[in-house]
């Protein structure tokens, strides 16, 4: 009775369908849909309500949905449906109606589906894990068909464009199909890639179940639609080439049609030479002696030729690998490609005296070595003092938009590790509040992370400033980065080495440490002469490193 009350509750709205369309307010309409997910319109606008693949531009096409849905509501009756018109004003939340809003604005990674001859079911889709992730990896399923499943359990492992992440669970269920199994590569984020129903006795249905095109596509669209009318079908005449003309060799004449002199004939069986191949040029096409001799010498001159041809042939092919990308290596492909084609980049270099840095370490290790602790590094001092000098000079720590330059008031220090899948940059937060025990535990742990691909999102995102270091582990004497967009710097360490200075007394020498710097400036950002005063406070830092612990 409460279907059939609902049934004629609605059938009242859909009789007023015309009139709400030429409303002139603008209204949220939700239908009978499993995904449960609007639609938005205004007026003057073609309207579209999804309901199973229908579209609805009209009233009378609302009637034939409203029906068609009917019959799937007494089919399904272990599922609540409700077919609500609200009302609203200029704004539904906080998004201006004057900007046109289409359903696939509002997409649904995983909804409930109906389709025709299945029990009620969920579509998983690949999530996303991360603000650049685009498509991902199946590493593995934790979870196997028939399996029950709880909130909170994870089903599997997702390879990132950063990492490999766990997926969990959302709802309580039973995982009736994994489309998308162990090393499936290259899924787009929302393709669907696994089926959970609500009861058990419904696994066995789902056995050949395979996801439609439609919802792959829409799954991995996602975006402002625009209705266009279809474009017609032009029917493409199947070309079909010609089968190759091959010239059947004709059988040569006999021997007694063809005429040729008796001494003609003994030196082409000397020399070999079939005489259908030979043109006789005496009478009635007669093949003399004369002829004989200048396919010869025609033959004599051909041989050279063609052993010079060989000599100077193509050479032979060249032996490789084709190595797949890594979703790693395609984004950071893409992201230093994005940055060094939008980036206005400039470079400002010093060479720093490190001989009283080397002293400080030498100290501190000594007592880090009586606690337990874990060895500082050059690269951990370096860090420290990167982060002290964007704490001196604030507009260094910064980030470029098309309408304002945003200062941030947190050090967050990304360092660049080298990894076989590719390049990693951990971030290091607070940097500045840190002492150099912590910061040097906190990059041990994340480069050891990073090296086993287990970096979660907070590892890596959120970082201000970038530190990469070539010269200790390679050592480079110089180079220029590549911004890591949407920073505004990054310094670029390289390998200390020793010089000869002059000394207080005239004609006195000595020798010295010097480790070179640059840093790489988005001009946008940082002026010139701001990027010469950071530099100026890093350089402080690293010859007076007493200073840093101040």
């Known amino acids: ?34 995904s449960g997910q609007p639609s938005i319109g205004k ?32 089919g399904a009756h272990k599922r609540n449906f409700s077919t609500t018109t609200v009302k609203v004003g200029n704004s539904i939340a906080g998004l201006e109606l004057n900007k046109r809003l289409s359903c696939s604005q509002v997409p649904l990674s995983r909804g409930f589906s109906s389709d025709a001859g299945l029990p009620p079911h969920q579509e998983i889709g690949m999530p996303s894990l991360s603000p650049t992730m685009t498509e991902g990896n199946i590493a593995r399923w934790l979870k196997k068909e028939g399996e029950k499943v709880s909130p909170g359990e994870v089903l599997c492992e997702v390879e990132t464009d950063k990492a490999t992440v766990e997926m969990e669970c959302m709802e309580e269920g039973y995982l009736a199909k994994i489309i998308r199994g162990d090393g499936d590569k290259e899924i787009k984020v929302g393709e669907v890639i696994a089926i959970t129903v609500e009861d058990e006795e419904d696994i066995a249905k789902f056995k050949d179940y395979t996801p439609s095109a439609s919802d792959a596509s829409s799954a991995a669209d996602i975006g402002p639609s625009v209705s266009t009318p279809p474009e017609k079908e032009v029917a493409k005449e199947a070309v079909t080439s010609p089968e190759p003309k091959v010239s059947k060799p004709s059988a040569p004449p006999s021997e007694d049609r063809i005429f040729a002199s008796p001494l003609a004939r003994n030196l082409a069986e000397e020399n070999k030479v079939p005489l259908s191949s030979i043109k006789g040029t005496g009478p009635d096409g007669r093949i003399l002696k004369a002829d004989i001799d200048d396919y010869l010498a025609s033959r004599s001159k051909e041989a050279p030729a063609a052993a010079a041809r060989a000599k100077h042939a193509a050479p032979a092919e060249l032996d490789y690998t084709d190595i797949p990308h890594s979703q790693i290596r395609k984004v950071t492909a893409s992201r230093l490609l994005f940055a060094k084609q939008t980036i206005p980049h400039y470079y400002l270099t010093v060479d720093t005296c490190v001989d009283k840095l080397v002293e400080l ?108 270091n070539l010269g200790g582990p390679f050592g480079i004497k110089q180079f220029c980065a590549i911004i890591n967009p949407p920073q505004s ?35 946008r950002v940082i002026d010139g002469a701001v990027g010469a005063e950071w530099l100026k406070a890093f350089k402080g830092y690293i010859e007076n490193p007493e200073s840093m612990l101040l």
Not at 45 to 55: D, K, L, N, Q
Not at 431 to 448: N, P, W, Y
């Open 1 to 34: 009775m409460a279907y059939a009350s609902r049934i004629i509750n609605n059938s009242k709205k859909l009789r007023n369908a015309p009139n709400l369309l030429r409303h002139e307010q603008a209204l949220l309409v939700r239908c009978f849909s499993f």
């Open 43 to 74: 007026r003057d606008e073609i309207w579209r309500i999804h309901c199973h693949g229908y579209v609805a531009s009209e009233g009378e096409e609302l009637t034939k949905s409203f029906l068609s849905n009917t019959k799937s509501l007494f």
């Open 361 to 468: 370490r030498a100290q501190l290790n000594a007592l880090q070595e009586a606690a337990g602790g874990k060895r500082i590094s050059i690269n951990d001092l370096v860090i420290k003092a990167a982060a002290l000098a964007l704490r001196k000079v604030p507009q260094c720590n910064s980030s470029w938009t098309d309408e304002y330059i945003r200062q941030f008031h947190n050090v967050n220090i990304n360092v660049a590790v080298q990894t076989e899948n590719g390049l990693f940059v951990p971030v290091i937060r607070d940097a500045d509040k840190k002492g150099l025990s912590r910061i040097a535990d906190e990059v041990k742990q994340l480069a050891q992370k990073a090296k086993e691909g287990g970096l979660k999102p907070e590892d890596y995102e959120g970082g201000t400033f970038t530190v990469s």
């Open 489 to 523: 710097g990054i310094l670029a360490i390289g390998s200390a080495e020793k010089r000869v200075v002059p000394s207080s007394g005239p004609e006195q020498y000595k020798f010295a440490s010097f480790m070179s710097a640059t840093l790489s400036c988005d001009h």
